[in-house]
T-cell receptor, first 117, second 111 residues
Framework: GAVVSQHPSRVICKSGTSVKIECRSLDFQATTMFWYRQFPKQSLMLMATSNEGSKATYEQGVEKDKFLINHASLTLSTLTVTSAHPEDSSFYIC?????????????FGEGSRLTVL | QKEVEQNSGPLSVPEGAIASLNCTYSDRGSQSFFWYRQYSGKSPELIMFIYSNGDKEDGRFTAQLNKASQYVSLLIRDSQPSDSATYLCAVIKAAGNKLTFGGGTRVLVKP
């Protein structure tokens, strides 16, 4: 099946710094990628929809200036957590849509665990 | 009311038994329904999807969809200890491509 690679898998940073997470579709082009956040023992919460060549669409309550999303190519989307705080510590997961909408061909990256000290 | 609801569990089943998981959704216009399995610390992996009312079988897994009652279920036959994980129900609403996840049901298969 299609592969989505996410990097880094784990990152620890100091409070106030910025962290960039990359999401790459390795063997297909993804015009749409999604960024999720998952806190311990909770489900995935959609943060934003990333569209190649256009601005991301953020879900209600997600600060667009804090979580910067760039989808510069059909195989790469990045999420930058700016001025990170301990409450931003979470498991961040990207997914990429392969093929037509509603077909279920949504492939997830391995996730990135962010710990902010 | 949450958009997608699941019993958090844990659902404990003996090895070899059938595990039955349920999921209800609030948007009657939802079109596509998915079951994902997530092991602790890992990202979700798709088990199966279903679009039409009725049953869909894939190996030991059977998804059942009832749009009139707005629920979708997953049966795991001959449960194995390796099936122990959290199972996430996800829904795509009409005219959209965003997955909305339920809270997940934790399943424990005991040898």
């Amino acid at each position: 099946g299609a592969v989505v690679s996410q990097h880094p898998s784990r990152v620890i940073c100091k409070s106030g710094t910025s962290v960039k997470i990359e999401c790459r579709s390795l063997d297909f082009q993804a015009t749409t990628m999604f960024w999720y956040r998952q806190f311990p023992k909770q489900s995935l919460m959609l943060m934003a929809t990333s569209n190649e060549g256009s601005k991301a669409t953020y879900e209600q309550g997600v600060e667009k200036d804090k979580f910067l999303i760039n989808h510069a190519s059909l195989t790469l989307s990045t999420l930058t957590v700016t001025s990170a705080h301990p409450e931003d510590s979470s498991f961040y997961i990207c997914s990429a849509l392969a093929g037509e909408t509603n077909t279920g061909e949504l492939f997830f990256g391995e996730g990135s665990r962010l710990t902010v000290l | 009311q949450k958009e997608v609801e699941q019993n958090s569990g844990p659902l404990s089943v003996p090895e070899g038994a059938i595990a039955s998981l349920n999921c209800t959704y609030s948007d009657r216009g939802s079109q596509s329904f998915f079951w994902y399995r997530q092991y602790s610390g890992k990202s979700p992996e798709l088990i199966m999807f279903i679009y039409s009312n009725g049953d869909k079988e894939d190996g030991r897994f059977t998804a059942q969809l009832n749009k009139a009652s707005q629920y979708v279920s997953l049966l795991i036959r001959d449960s194995q200890p390796s099936d122990s994980a959290t199972y996430l129900c996800a829904v795509i609403k009409a005219a959209g491509n965003k997955l909305t996840f339920g809270g997940g049901t934790r399943v424990l298969v005991k040898p």
